[in-house]
């Protein structure tokens, strides 16, 4: 061993400082670490004890449209597993797990007048056993599982599901609302409606990005907002507990500092999370930009009026201040530059004017692209834009093609992302309250099948048992929540004169035989 090489392994015991880049403090004393996972995602049992079916049983039923065929029939099978998948919560340490209520579990048909007992039992059990190992449930009601009768009823485009998701909604609060004190309305309305009923990959498949689309999350605003109102009214008295709704982004970065680019990543950010947050916890109503854009665009393309519905005084009011708290869900950033065409075909990706690429220099696994500052631009935009609003991320994680055990990868996604949550409270000034990584398992991942990776625990498809081994990241999230947050290192100095080398070491570097 070359004396170069015994300083070197020397000083590997001194804790380097001066990282400037990385911030070591802790979360506030109340901040809350959770995990989340959702109902199609996980439970399996897609047929069994009179649930009924949703449309995403349909959708990945049919050929073609989801990776390999995969479904959701099995998936984790938690419908079976759950006090396995407690255990591992609890192993976490974390405060605590966010998962949906499968309606069509509930509700077969997805109407309040006919329950399926069963249903009810699962998550009451689930919710029992939580509460007793001291982990919080925190409910979706709606995370894309729309039972299928409701859809062939018309699904997000019918009017009447305003007060079906209601009835719902109120169904829900009186079985659990006695235990559960944090709910979630809708769970990305953007994903699911423009993907589902603007792209075509995901259920129910629809085509239309420039019409359905703009008409299904009005119906879906509506539908929140009374929800909302419900609980307020007839349960939050005697419950006492917290309804908001999770909306989800992307960071849009400019591309140079030109105005052009400065203001197309505005109008970017107003079409994905305006469309939702403005309504909810802005001025209420749409943003004006989309109102302008998508008034001149359906003027141009020939249409008699706006593509993009408008909500009367009344409904803009009883939409405005819906949410108890900014649910957030956040993976990944695009560059956005600004552009002027008019799509002979509507479209909501024309409808922007904007052009979104990612930089060459990040890496990333297929949509996300480990940028984790994009976190705390995204942070800081909805403390400026929305008043500072209470924020809970219910959702951040990094995905995978392999089934590795040792992924660095997430750890390294996890502790950068943390760390940029972390310098938006302390050094900016966010108001953000809680922090879920997506996912506890691996699991059914959409339109990817069992392809894409995003979970704390691996899981094994091909074993019926479906056994949940513990990844690194599992470890990473366990200390961080251990020690809520990133706590200065004990810095440990060491005078490198002084440094002796062990006596035959020296010896042979005397004698020339190393
Ligand atoms: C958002 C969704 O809520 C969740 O269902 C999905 O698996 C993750 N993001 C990852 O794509």
Redesign the pocket.
Known sequence: MHLFNIILSVSVFIVVQGDDDFLYDTFPEDFLWGTAT?SY?IEGAWNVDGKGENIWDTFSHESGKVANNDTGDIACDSYNNYAEDIQLLKDLGVDFYRFSLSWARLLPTGRVDQPNQAGIDYYNTLINELLEEDIIPMVTLY?WDLPKDLYDQGGWENEEMVQIFNEYAIFAFELFGDRVKWWITF??PY?FIVYGMGEGYHAPGLESPGEIIYTAAHTVLKAHAEAWHSYDELFRPTQNGNIGITL?TDWKEPLTDSPEDIEASERGMQFSLGWFANPIHGSGGYPAVMKEKIAEKSAQQGYEQSRLPEFTAEEEARILGTSDFFGL?H?STAMVQGENTVAPEPSYLDDRDIITSVNETWIGCDFVYVVPWGLRNLLNWITNTYDRPNIYIT?N?M?DYNATLNDEHRVNYYRSYTNNVLKAIKLDGCDVRSYTA??LLDNF??AYGYDLR?GLHHVDFEDPARPRTPKASAEFIRQLVADNGFPEPEVKTQNLNQVKPKEFVRAKFRSGTQ
């Open positions: 959702s995602q995370h769970n990305e994903v989800d869900n993976y959702e994680g995905c997506w996912s991942e959409w995003f």
